[in-house]
């Protein structure tokens, strides 16, 4: 069964930055990989996506201009480089992959989009 591996979270001060990374254990057929986050007390929310096949990028609101999505096509890793964090970014982390398909704009937020998820990873950031 394919696993999604999520690492390079961590404890950063304010202004810092992280780069969390997301592969898929086998090689499959990628439509969308998504990282969502959630917050103590909060629901999950999505923060940034991108489409496999033209690299076409989502981002929430909150982190547009100081996250970016990317890819390594030869290792079917996906990248969040979070630069410029703020307490408020603290949550848990999650990627997760959508199938063959790319998703649209009305709906990559949307949670039941994808097929597997990672097991999360802390992104803790101090004042």
């Known amino acids: 069964q394919v696993q999604v591996v999520e690492s390079g979270g961590g404890l950063v001060q304010a202004g810092g930055s992280l780069r969390l990374s997301c592969a898929a254990s086998?090689?499959?057929?990628?439509?969308?990989v998504a990282w969502f986050r959630q917050a103590p007390g909060k629901e999950r929310e999505a923060v940034a996506a991108l489409r496999w096949g033209d690299r076409y990028r989502y981002y929430t609101d909150a982190v547009k201009g100081r996250f970016t999505v990317s890819r390594d096509n030869a290792k079917q890793t996906v990248y969040l480089q979070m630069d410029s964090l703020k307490p408020e970014d603290t949550a848990v982390y999650y990627c997760a992959i959508k199938f063959s398909a790319g998703v649209i704009k009305s709906s990559w937020h949307m949670e039941g989009q994808y097929n597997i998820w990672g097991q999360g990873t802390q992104v803790t950031v101090s004042s």
């Open positions: 086998d090689r499959i057929s990628i439509g969308t």
